[in-house]
Nanobody
């Protein structure tokens, strides 16, 4: 089982990026999926999360600018980031609450993708 994140990069302030994270392996179902970020010298923080039913939750700092979505058929979660600010610069990690084929429930993390926003 793995989560593969992609879509990070360098963008100017005010620009947009779209992150993707695909879960693969012996997965029976996926509960919540989410994106976290960790800036240099700071703790990891929740950016956005989405339940299997589509309910969403956002950090106050990204509300109105970021949108989380998921494609259950593809076991993929997305993060559309608009109006990016230099303070959004961080390594972004996806996470998922998985039910595996053999019935075990576990949290998995992607490898992280770097987002750099220049001023």
């Amino acid at each position: 089982v793995q989560l593969q994140a992609s879509g990070g990069g360098l963008v100017q302030a005010g620009g947009s990026l779209r992150l993707s994270c695909a879960a693969s392996g012996s997965i029976f179902s996926i509960n919540a999926m989410g994106w976290y970020r960790q800036a240099p010298g700071k703790q990891r923080e929740l950016v956005a999360a989405i339940t299997s039913g589509g309910s969403t939750n956002y950090a106050d700092s990204v509300k109105g600018r970021f949108t989380i979505s998921r494609d259950n058929a593809k076991n993929t979660v997305y993060l559309q980031m608009n109006s990016l600010k230099p303070e959004d610069t961080a390594v972004y990690y996806c996470a998922a609450d998985l039910i595996l084929d053999y019935g075990l429930r576990a949290d998995y993390w992607g490898q992280g993708t770097l987002v750099t926003v220049s001023s």
